[in-house]
């Protein structure tokens, strides 16, 4: 089984505009609500990928009813702490460039958390387990570390995808799996990550660094690098016009889980990941199961390998 946590889940609110105007009273020409947070988004990738998940984390009030209700519908398993304060509301402007505005996060105590980790204790080594998004201000940076901590012993395979202080602790964890942006890599290792070669080499001084298993480092419409102990791989996509950014990150960490889940060989987790966040970013919401197969079979897969040595 797949499980996901979402610590600071979110209704996502896309509003669609002509123009964004700071100061202006806007009309949207149309707007979307989605239960949204990054473990959240995975689950209903894999759910539209024909994977079966769980979706944990800490929900609270009337949006966190939404979210847990949203799922439910669309039979998705979900067992979450519930929190007395409300779930955030993130709002998303379509107007020329996209904006975003993340809400706050409720407060989570250490009954909350415990709760949490009591929930973790039934994973096995047959289990997956999905960190994903950011950690609420109310918990400390180390919360996935803690988290990996407690499942370590149960040789559960934990996916991570978060950012800044929150990804540096996590990774002292040595995850299974780790998908930074390029952006995220780069602000780890206080470089620029301006290129596949780039992404390459400082990919795989990450897989090193922190002894992991497997390392996509995500570059939107430059498609994805995969490092594992023997390969780099870089997939690229068609161009085509994005029309939506928001979740293209999860469906890519969804697609890799159920590839792994699905024990496909590295390349072929590598398309399916990389599909599944371009269909995404090529339709309004997120990617159903036809689009990714139909663009799995234009994504070109080459090894990178030959090209590292060459350049060496
Ligand atoms: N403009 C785009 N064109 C094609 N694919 C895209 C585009 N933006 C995102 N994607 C797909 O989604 C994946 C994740 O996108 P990215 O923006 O790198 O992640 P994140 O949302 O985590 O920042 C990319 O690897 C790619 O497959
Ligand atoms: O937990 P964070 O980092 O605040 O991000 C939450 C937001 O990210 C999303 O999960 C989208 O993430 P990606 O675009 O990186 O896939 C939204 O659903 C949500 O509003």
Redesign the pocket.
């Known amino acids: 089984m797949i499980y996901t946590v979402t610590l600071n889940p979110a209704i996502d609110y896309v509003v669609e505009l002509e123009e964004f105007i700071p100061g202006n009273i806007h009309r949207s020409k149309n707007d979307l609500k989605y239960p949204g947070g990054k473990g959240i988004n995975v689950s209903r990738v894999l759910q539209r990928l024909g994977e079966q998940s769980t979706a944990l984390g800490f929900v609270g009030g009337f949006t966190g009813q939404y979210i847990k209700e949203s799922l439910e519908k669309e039979n998705i398993q979900t067992d979450f702490v519930q929190v007395e304060e409300d779930t955030r509301i993130n709002v998303k402007i379509r107007g020329g460039e996209e904006s975003e505005i993340n809400g706050t996060s409720p407060g989570v105590s250490r009954e909350d958390v415990e709760a949490l980790y009591q929930k973790l204790d039934v994973l096995t080594q047959e289990d997956e387990l999905i960190l994903a998004g950011s950690v609420p201000s109310s918990l400390p940076h180390s919360i996935y570390l803690d988290i990996m901590e407690r499942v370590r012993n149960k040789g559960v395979r934990v996916c991570l995808d978060t950012s800044g202080e929150a990804l540096g602790e996590a990774l002292k964890g040595r995850p299974y799996f780790v998908k930074p ?2 952006l995220e890599l780069a602000e780890l290792y206080e470089v620029e990550v301006n290129s596949v070669e780039d992404a390459a080499v400082y990919g795989r001084k990450l897989l090193e660094d922190f002894d992991i298993e497997h390392v996509v480092i ?4 430059e ?2 690098v995969y490092i594992n102990k023997s390969q780099t791989l870089h997939a690229s ?1 068609p161009k ?1 016009k ?1 029309v939506n ?1 928001v979740g ?2 999860d ?2 960490v969804a697609g890799f889980a159920a590839g792994i889940a699905e024990r496909l060989d590295p390349a072929q987790v590598l398309n399916q990941a ?1 599909a599944s ?2 269909a ?3 339709s309004e919401t997120f990617c159903t199961k036809k689009e990714v197969e139909e663009l799995s079979q234009k994504i070109t897969i080459r090894s990178l390998e030959s090209e590292e040595t060459n350049q060496a």
Do not use: C, E, R, Y
Not at 218 to 221: I, L, Q, R, Y
């Open positions: 942006n390029h995500s570059m939107a419409g498609g994805a996509v085509q994005a950014s293209a990150g469906s890519l990389v966040g371009s995404t970013a090529f």
